[in-house]
């Protein structure tokens, strides 16, 4: 499902850039998270790294994007579903981390069951990660 990123932008109230909107299409055109230093390669030329990770958190911050860390901390960007708001990220999901190739993926399809958290706790973040061996790496 392709999304109108200028809609998304407009709708959170972002100037319509170019480079906000290399970022998301990059990101959106993988079939994985994608890595800030891999961004960072892809679009080295038309954003520097400033401004790369200025977008990266602005975008986290209104829902657009979620962030994932991988087996070596580095910092990997999916994009959010469409439930996702400033207010409130409901990414809850598996991530699946390849020990091979090193690849993050979003497990959208597996629902997380529900967690009784004992009285008085309150989430604010869930992050389940799978690691093993992605289905490419496992030919």
């Given at each position: 499902m392709k999304r109108n990123f200028e809609v998304l932008l407009?709708?959170?109230q972002l100037k319509i850039t170019n480079p906000r909107l290399s970022v998301l299409r990059l990101i959106?055109?993988?079939?994985?998270?994608?890595?800030?230093?891999?961004?960072e390669?892809?679009?080295g030329n038309e954003i520097d790294r400033v401004?790369?990770?200025r977008i990266l958190k602005t975008f986290e911050e209104k829902g657009i994007l979620h962030k994932v860390i991988d087996l070596n901390g580095t910092a990997n960007y999916a994009i959010c579903s469409s439930n996702c708001s400033a207010n409130a990220h409901h990414d809850e999901h598996?991530?699946?981390n390849c020990s091979n190739c090193h690849k993050v993926y979003c497990m959208n399809d597996f629902h997380l069951p529900a967690i009784a958290l004992p009285p008085g706790f309150l989430a604010e973040t869930l992050n389940l990660s799978i690691t093993g061996v992605c289905k490419d790496c496992n030919l």
């Open positions: 407009r709708d959170n959106a055109d993988q079939q994985f998270a994608t890595s800030q230093p891999m961004l390669k892809v679009l401004t790369l990770y598996f991530h699946f």
